[in-house]
């Protein structure tokens, strides 16, 4: 069975830091693309940010110089630096792989989603 599970995400006040984690586990073969998306209240889901499957780091325009996608392929970890927060960046943030599992295919997986709340 794999598993995403996201940690991290809290009350923060504007201009402040967060830093998100996601963890992968179970019978992983090979992780090709690594994602962070985020839904706010009665809006849809957008990418925030993401390793490509070539490597490459790509950014929503909304944080680009704010935050920072980062990864540990030893351990499956993959993590979300968030600095200067708005109250705009207030959300649900989901990790999103793209993995090869002992099932013997490639497949998205999500994690459950950890909130983020920018507030004073």
Do not use: H
């Amino acid at each position: 069975q794999v598993q995403l599970v996201e940690s991290g995400g809290g009350l923060v006040q504007p201009g402040g830091s967060l830093r998100l984690s996601c963890a992968a586990s179970g019978s992983i073969l090979s992780i090709y693309a690594m994602y962070w998306y985020r839904q706010a209240a009665g809006d849809e889901r957008e990418l925030v940010a993401a390793f490509t499957s070539g490597g490459a780091t790509t950014y929503a325009d909304s944080v680009k110089g704010r935050f920072t996608i980062s990864r540990d392929n030893a351990k499956n970890m993959v993590y979300l630096q968030m600095n200067s927060l708005k109250p705009e960046d207030t959300a649900v943030y989901y990790c999103k792989n793209t993995m090869l599992t002992r099932a013997g295919y490639v497949r998205d997986y999500w994690g459950q989603g950890t909130l983020v709340t920018v507030s004073s």
